[in-house]
């Protein structure tokens, strides 16, 4: 007779089988930590015998250098902030990594935005925006200067110039998902500026009918020299009306120079190399028989040209070509005629979308001064200036993309 199992014995174990290659994981798993322990190894070997690299040409900007630590730093944790700000920054081989990053991005996951900026469909690079509504500061402070230059008799301009993504929504050439309200921030921009009383030159009426690539850089934020000559020629036409002693350069008086190295402006360090479809070359303008003009900087720096020759001939891979335009951004400027053809003075209030048609107002006015309120620090009052200046008239050459700037003006009224 068969006893009955007993079921409080356990029951036999069964053998088990040893799954397919377990017996070589050891090697995969040497493998892993070999590698880990590399990358460990090798940025700490970085880090104690590289050299920190002080600037980043590709990204255009000062890194992070080692913090110094101290204890109060450490108590309130600025130091580790630093820190990894500095770690950050100083990763070995970090440009070569951004590029892997931004071309695993756009070539596997077919991604058209990287750090904000837009590759669009013609190979134009654009930083399209959220709508600004922060024009409230430039509302109070617009009709207060415009109401000092009415004291003194002076007539202010407001030259507007759209900017790349403005052009592009204007076009509808922005894709549903992504998000623009850059239109909208320009039509609160130039609600300041009547509300002002300025005398509003919309740039958008010459520009907007010119295709995109032909007026702008494809990988940079600037118009390039044809956009600014576009848009110099209808500031000078509109000035016409009101001082009819002002000549205008026409098109046929113009030679045309070009850079041969391409330029990598300020989109394409931003989203990186592997979105930059198409390149661009700087090019300038400059009348047939020369300019007519001279340079001073910030004062008494002077015997310059318009035109900084000496940038063009920079041989490292992400020069700023656009430094042909004035050499840089200064304080102030002043630009005058050798032979005047007239005896008007015209201040223009300025950002680094100025630079190119600078050059071009030199040989339209006898006196051409620029304030860029970013570099005056507040050192300059711009209605004092108007008034011991003698300025005839006043012109701002801004794009819609200067709210940030009104603390500078406020600085600066």
Same mark, same amino acid.
């Given at each position: 007779m068969q006893k009955p199992l007993d079921s409080r014995k356990p029951s036999p174990r069964p053998i088990e089988q040893k799954p397919k290659g377990l017996e070589q994981s050891w090697f995969a798993d040497f493998l892993l930590l070999g590698v880990f322990l590399g990358v460990i190894f090798l940025g700490l070997a970085t880090y104690w015998f590289g050299q920190d690299r002080e600037v980043s040409v590709l990204e255009g900007r000062q890194l992070a250098q080692q913090p110094e630590a101290s204890v109060s730093a450490v108590r309130d944790g600025s130091y580790m902030e630093e820190f990894e700000s500095? %770690?950050?920054?100083? &990763?070995?081989? @970090?440009?070569?990594?951004?590029?892997?990053?931004?071309?695993?991005?756009? #070539? &596997?996951?077919?991604?058209?935005? #990287?750090?904000?900026? !837009? +590759?669009?469909?013609?190979?134009? !690079?654009?930083?399209?925006? /959220?709508?600004? @509504?922060?024009?409230?500061?430039?509302? @109070?402070?617009?009709?207060?200067?415009?109401? +000092?230059?009415?004291?003194?008799?002076?007539?202010?301009?407001? =030259?507007? =110039?759209?900017?790349?993504?403005?052009?592009? +929504?204007?076009? /509808?050439? $922005?894709?549903?998902? &992504?998000?623009?309200?850059?239109?909208?921030?320009?039509?609160?921009?130039?609600? =300041?500026?009547?509300? =002002?009383?300025?005398?509003? $030159?919309? !740039?958008?009426? %010459? !520009?907007?009918?010119?295709?995109? /690539?032909?007026?702008?850089?494809?990988?940079?934020h600037h118009w390039n020299v044809q956009g600014a000559f576009l848009g110099y020629q209808q500031i000078i036409e509109r000035l016409q009306q009101d001082y009819e002693d002002v000549p205008k350069l026409e098109a046929s008086d113009m030679e045309t120079f070009k850079i041969d190295q391409p330029y990598y402006g300020s989109y394409a360090r931003e989203i990186s190399l592997p979105y930059v479809e198409k390149l661009d070359y700087l090019e300038w303008m400059e009348p047939k028989d020369g300019f007519t003009t001279e340079v001073c900087r910030n004062g008494d720096d002077c015997g310059h040209s318009v035109i900084a020759r000496e940038e063009a001939e920079e041989t490292n891979r992400f020069a700023d070509f656009y430094k042909v335009f004035m050499k840089d951004n200064y304080a102030q400027l002043r630009i005058e005629q050798k032979d005047p053809v007239n005896d008007l003075h015209v201040l223009v209030l300025k950002d680094s979308y100025a630079n190119p048609v600078l050059g071009f107002l030199g040989e339209s006015f006898g006196t051409v001064s620029a304030i860029d309120v970013r570099y005056a620090e507040g050192k300059v009052d711009i209605t004092d200036y108007v008034e011991e200046n003698d300025v005839d008239l006043v012109l701002f050459m801004h794009n819609d993309r200067i709210s940030g700037m009104s603390g500078d003006y406020e600085d600066s009224f």
């Open positions: 500095y %770690t950050s920054d100083q &990763v070995f081989q @970090r440009d070569r990594w951004m590029g892997l990053q931004a071309g695993f991005q756009k #070539n &596997v996951f077919q991604q058209k935005i #990287n750090n904000g900026v !837009l +590759a669009l469909d013609n190979g134009v !690079l654009i930083g399209p925006d /959220e709508p600004v @509504r922060g024009f409230d500061n430039m509302k @109070r402070l617009f009709p207060e200067f415009g109401a +000092a230059m009415q004291e003194q008799d002076v007539p202010v301009y407001f =030259a507007s =110039a759209p900017s790349k993504p403005v052009h592009a +929504a204007q076009n /509808e050439m $922005i894709p549903d998902y &992504v998000i623009s309200g850059d239109l909208d921030s320009r039509g609160n921009l130039h609600d =300041a500026v009547e509300g =002002a009383d300025f005398e509003l $030159i919309d !740039l958008g009426e %010459t !520009l907007f009918e010119q295709p995109m /690539e032909d007026i702008y850089f494809y990988n940079d």
